[in-house]
């Protein structure tokens, strides 16, 4: 079985650019998370979908995030205009069930993403 | 909210011997679950080992072990006959019980370093 897949592994942009980030969970996997590691600091949550709708976003930094995740499959995340704070890894994780007491959350290798 | 701190930024162990990671916790709740997630290098982050927080009983997988202190909010990471292929970055991790609350709170980090 197929983990969890992200694209790119690794992206350099210029600031103010557009830089969209993909991520294909397990096959089946309801639950899809984001995570950025900014600096070597703490992975840090940005949000969770339930299939296809928003559970939490509360760890979004700003407007210029925007996460989608059409039809429940892979999910989409943008940064646009992209700033030099936004340098970190991505991180994306999926886990089988909704509602279950207790999934499992597994990770993709991350995407680098540089803004010069 | 829930904070996790890791206070050791690399650690360094003889291959075959024994070390302790640190990690320390804040949360108001009584349930919940901790983690320990190992990142090796330019590959997916895996989860080691997990305690429920309702558990008395420390966790064990193997050569690695918890030494899971609730009062204290301590939750410590023993390897034991360490090798070669436990070189990475350790991530402690909390999860709140509650249902629909699942995201990962993470620390900063420790970078093990084992020699042969």
């Known amino acids: 079985e197929a983990g969890v897949t992200q694209f790119p592994s690794h992206s350099v942009i210029e600031k103010g650019q557009t830089v969209t980030l993909r991520c294909d969970p397990i096959s089946g996997h309801d639950n899809l998370y984001w995570y950025r590691r900014v600096m070597g600091k703490e992975i840090k949550f940005l949000l969770h979908?339930?299939?296809?709708?928003?559970?939490?976003e509360s760890g979004m930094p700003n407007n210029r995030f925007l996460a989608e995740r059409t039809g429940g499959t892979y999910s989409t995340l943008k940064v646009q205009p992209a700033e030099l704070e936004d340098s970190g890894v991505y991180f994306c994780a999926s886990s089988p069930r909704a509602a279950a007491s207790y999934n499992e959350q597994f990770f993709g290798p991350g995407t680098r993403l540089t803004v010069l | 909210a829930q904070t996790v701190t890791q206070s050791q930024p690399e650690m360094s162990v003889q291959e075959a011997e024994t070390v302790t990671l640190s990690c320390t916790y804040d949360?108001?709740?009584?349930?919940?679950?901790l983690f320990w997630y190992k990142q090796p290098p330019s590959r997916q982050m895996i989860l080691v080992i997990r305690?429920?927080?309702?558990?008395?009983q420390n966790a064990t997988e193997n050569r690695f072990s918890v030494n899971f202190q609730k009062a204290a909010k301590s939750f410590s990471l023993k390897i034991s006959d360490s090798q070669l292929g436990d070189a990475a970055m350790y991530f402690c991790?909390?999860?709140?019980?509650?249902?629909?609350?699942?995201?990962?709170?993470f620390g900063a980090g420790t970078i093990l370093r084992v020699k042969s």
């Open positions: 949360t108001s709740e009584s349930d919940y679950y």
């Open positions: 305690q429920e927080a309702y558990k008395q």
């Open positions: 979908f339930v299939k296809e709708s928003k559970q939490d």
């Open positions: 991790a909390y999860r709140s019980a509650k249902k629909w609350n699942d995201k990962l709170v």
